[in-house]
């Protein structure tokens, strides 16, 4: 079994910036692909950024040039860095965690962390 424990979350002015932890722990395979979610009100969970084990990451286009992801493999631990925070950033973000031992995929969710961007 694998946990997520987000932290960082909270209310912030735009313009301003926070920084997400996730902590991952249980069985982790060290292939893997960490990511970043969120989902605002009425709106559909959406792919904010990942990385893989090997340090290859992806963004979404709307945060491009403003969040920044990494991450700690020794400490299994997933980082989002947020600048330039927008109203429109508001949502509860959910960190994941993907993993394929055996070609079977496996994907695991933290239990979300509000962020809130005042304007």
């Known amino acids: 079994q694998v946990q997520l424990v987000e932290s960082g979350g909270g209310l912030v002015q735009a313009g301003g910036s926070l920084r997400l932890s996730c902590a991952a722990s249980?069985?982790?395979?060290?292939?893997?692909?960490l990511g970043w979610y969120r989902q605002a009100p009425g709106k559909q969970r959406e792919l904010v950024a990942s990385?893989?084990?090997?340090?290859?990451?992806n963004y979404a286009d709307s945060v491009k040039g403003r969040f920044t992801i990494s991450r700690d493999n020794v400490k299994n631990t997933v980082y989002l860095q947020m600048n330039s925070l927008k109203p429109e950033d508001t949502a509860v973000y959910y960190c994941?965690?993907?993993?394929?031992?055996?070609?079977?995929?496996?994907?695991?969710w933290g239990q979300g962390t509000q962020v809130t961007v005042s304007s």
């Open positions: 249980g069985t982790i395979f060290t292939i893997n692909v």
């Open positions: 994941n965690l993907v993993q394929r031992p055996a070609d079977a995929a496996y994907s695991y």
């Open positions: 990385i893989t084990n090997g340090g290859n990451t």
